[in-house]
C-alpha cells in the first residue's frame, strides 16, 4: 500500500468554527482521493470523494485537490458537535483498493 | 447508496477456536470485497482482496493460511479466523466496490468486533 499522511491531531475546534484537515499521499498517479468518516465504534462513511485539481463542495464540507502537490484537504464549515469524529484520508491505488491515512480525530467543542 | 452487511457484530471466542465473519452485499452484486482489519486508536489496513470464484490476494505480513477468504457468491465473502489468539482481536470490516465506475469509492460494512480471550 502507499503512503497517505494525515496531520496527527487531535483537532479541537469550537462550534460554529472551520475544522480544517490535510493529507498528503506519496503516489503521484494516484487518481481519486476520499475523505471518510468514522465515529468510534463503527466502520468509515464517505463523506467526499474528488478526482479533479480544485474544489469540491458539498453542503459544509469542501474538499480541495493539488495533484501537482500531493495534497488534498477537507474543510468543515460551521463545525457541530455532531462532527466530533475520526476522519480518514483514503487514496485509490488501482482495482479500487484503498490506502488509508492514520486518521484525524476532531472534537467540536459546544 | 448499496448496502453491505456483516456478521456477526461482535463475538468473543477462546484461544485456539476457529472464528468466521460474513461480508455480503445486499442491492448488488461484487465481484470484489475488501477485508480489513482495525486495531484501536490505528487506522484500517487492508488483509485481503476477496474475488468471486478464485483465489483471495492477501497483502504483504498477512498469514493467508490464518486467515481463510472464501468469496463462493456475487453477494457472499467469508474471513475465518483459524486457531485465533488474543493478538487476533480487532475490529473487521469488510467492503465492497460501489455500481459507478472509475471513482473507486467502497461501500463498507458495519464491522465485526472480535474478542479472543
Known amino acids: 500500500q502507499k503512503e497517505v499522511e494525515q496531520n496527527s491531531g487531535p483537532l479541537s475546534v469550537p462550534e460554529g468554527a472551520i475544522a480544517s484537515l490535510n493529507c498528503t499521499y506519496s503516489?503521484?498517479?494516484?487518481?481519486?482521493f476520499f475523505w471518510y468518516r468514522q465515529y468510534s465504534g463503527k466502520s468509515p462513511e464517505l463523506i467526499m470523494f474528488i478526482y479533479s485539481n480544485g474544489d469540491k463542495e458539498d453542503g459544509r464540507f469542501t474538499a480541495q485537490l493539488n495533484k501537482a502537490s500531493q495534497y488534498v484537504s477537507l474543510l468543515i464549515r460551521d463545525s457541530q458537535p455532531s462532527d466530533s469524529a475520526t476522519y480518514l484520508c483514503a487514496v485509490n491505488e488501482n482495482d479500487y483498493k484503498l490506502s488509508f491515512g492514520a486518521g484525524t480525530t476532531v472534537t467540536v467543542r459546544a | 447508496g448499496a448496502v453491505v452487511s456483516q456478521h456477526p457484530s461482535w463475538v468473543i471466542c477462546k484461544s485456539g477456536t476457529s472464528v468466521k465473519i460474513e461480508c455480503r452485499s445486499l442491492d448488488f452484486q461484487a465481484t470484489t470485497m475488501f477485508w480489513y482489519r482495525q486495531f484501536p486508536k490505528q487506522s484500517l489496513m487492508l488483509m485481503a482482496t476477496s474475488n468471486e470464484g478464485s483465489k483471495a490476494t492477501y497483502e504483504q505480513g498477512v498469514e493467508k493460511d490464518k486467515f481463510l477468504i472464501n468469496h463462493a457468491s456475487l453477494t457472499l465473502s467469508t474471513l475465518t479466523v483459524t486457531s485465533a489468539h488474543p493478538e487476533d482481536s480487532s475490529f473487521y470490516i469488510c467492503?465492497?466496490?460501489?455500481?459507478?465506475?472509475?471513482?473507486?469509492?467502497?461501500?463498507f460494512g458495519p464491522g465485526t468486533r472480535l474478542t479472543v480471550l
Open positions: 503516489d503521484r498517479g494516484s487518481q481519486s
Open positions: 467492503s465492497a466496490p460501489g455500481l459507478a465506475g472509475g471513482s473507486g469509492e467502497q461501500f
